[in-house]
């Protein structure tokens, strides 16, 4: 999809100042306890898949989207993973910006996985004894979305 109309309205008057941005990351599992990941058309790399919410959209409902848009699946997100305050980006084109990352887990409920946009390269299910080479970021929510632990987040540091 790109970038969202109301990105490029801010953009139209904001330039290249960093924006904070609300964005989703969906760790979505399949009944028999496969995870949803995509090949990413932008890096190449697998993920788990998100996207920016839309002005006045429930982040549950931002997951639920991108997982449809993006690879077919019908999910619902079940629980908050994690919360964090991503280090700001900077695109080729000069924009800048920090996501705000809410992660949620989610059920997959129906649809076949296929490359639905063009924000895939590939999408597929993977057993967790079988994952592709991923990075941190996605390791570290599947990891946390795997326990039944409260959702995580930095601790602040507080001086007494």
Not at 2 to 25: C, K, M, N, W
Not at 51 to 69: C, K
Not at 121 to 146: N, S, Y
Request: proline share 8%; hydrophobic share 40%.
């Amino acid at each position: 999809m790109g970038t969202p109309d109301f990105i490029r309205e801010i953009r139209a008057t904001a330039g290249h100042q960093l924006l904070l941005l609300p964005g989703v990351s969906a760790v979505v599992l399949d009944d028999e306890g496969r995870v949803l990941l995509g090949r990413r058309a932008d890096t190449g790399d697998w993920s788990i898949i998100g996207g920016i919410s839309e002005p006045g959209e429930e982040p549950a409902a931002t997951a639920e989207r991108e997982v449809l848009e993006e690879t077919g699946v019908h999910c619902v997100a079940e629980r908050v993973v994690l919360t964090q305050a991503l280090k700001p980006v900077r695109y080729p084109n000069g924009d800048r910006c920090q996501y705000l990352d809410v992660t949620f887990r989610c059920r997959a409920t129906g649809g076949d996985a296929r490359v639905n946009d063009d924000e895939s390269l590939e999408v597929g299910w993977f057993p967790l004894d079988g994952l592709p080479p991923l990075g941190e970021f996605a390791l570290f929510r599947i990891k946390e979305a795997l326990t039944d632990g409260p959702a995580w987040f930095q601790p602040t540091s507080r001086e007494p």
